[in-house]
């Protein structure tokens, strides 16, 4: 069985409860071997590469109109804090900075080295680790830049301003956002009672996996503990008619899923999941 995963913190939670999970070895060791940002397992989704996996909304579409989707998914209630979308450079106090094991950084370096803000007055810059979160900034007609992920959480605790995407979507239609969904391509049986499981459990993060994850990205654990709170994984009846709500925007704006086609002036050197954000020219 091939399994893609959102290699992200928010779903540090499922990481823990899989490898508890009794289940035979190899399908848990398939379920480590493919992890990526959102919009590359998304393809690899599309081209049936994966038989299963965390993806994106937008890209579980057909998924979700052919019951392919589970009720496990990544849910915000509100406020996520990492989906963001950028304000602009002149609205952000520089003297913040970054505490973390690696040392101290500004946000003037950051600003400065990386060129993380946007104008707002120019077109807006998409996410290249995104679908869905590019989509949503569309549909919420937000002009900054879109980030996501580790990145948007390193930024957020660096004290950088930006637009909390998953609560301009609660304040508009007081309905909880589904960034991605646990789908599937085969072995339907398999994937829905691991998801059923998965989301009746209540998973308690191992102390040294909370440390070890929180060091990798520069962040203290008890934040990343605090952010992990605003995320749930039960896909449930107010769950559903957001991703109805967003489905039927995308339509009427004319927006449309992601195709198989992966765009070839990535460099995929370039696209470590936990280095600070940088404003890559070719991306």
């Not at 081209?47 to 299963?52: E, L, P, V």
Request: net charge positive.
């Amino acid at each position: 069985m091939r399994f893609g995963k959102i290699q992200y913190l928010n779903l540090m939670p499922f990481d823990v409860f899989l490898r508890s999970c009794p289940i035979p070895t190899r399908y848990k060791s398939a379920a480590f071997a493919n992890r990526s940002y959102p919009s590359r397992l998304n393809q690899s989704f599309l081209f049936h590469r994966i038989d299963a996996g965390f993806i994106s909304t937008i890209a579980g579409y057909t998924a979700h109109r052919k019951q392919r989707g589970t009720q496990a998914g990544i849910v915000a209630k509100g406020a996520v804090w990492s989906v963001l979308s950028l304000e602009e450079e002149d609205q952000v106090t520089q003297s913040h900075k970054v505490d973390s094991i690696n040392g101290a950084q500004t946000l003037k370096t950051l600003a400065q080295d990386s060129r993380i803000f946007t104008n707002t007055k120019t077109k807006p810059r998409k996410d290249y680790q995104s679908d869905t979160s590019n989509a949503l900034s569309t549909i919420l007609g937000l002009q900054g830049r879109v980030l996501i992920g580790d990145r948007a959480l390193q930024y957020r605790f660096a004290g950088g301003k930006a637009i909390d995407m998953g609560q301009a979507w609660w304040e508009k239609h007081r309905l909880p956002f589904v960034f991605g969904r646990l789908c599937y391509n085969k072995h339907a049986h398999f994937y829905t009672n691991i998801a059923r499981t998965f989301v009746k459990k209540r998973v308690k993060i191992p102390h040294y996996i909370l440390q070890t994850r929180a060091k990798a990205c520069g962040i203290p654990s008890a934040y990343v503990r605090e952010y992990l709170t605003h995320i749930h994984y039960h896909i449930q009846a107010k769950e559903r008619i957001g991703l109805e709500r967003f489905y039927r925007t995308l339509r009427l704006q004319a927006i449309k899923p992601p195709s198989r086609i992966y765009p070839r002036n990535v460099n995929s050197s370039k696209c470590a999941l936990n280095a600070p954000y940088k404003d890559y020219s070719n991306v």
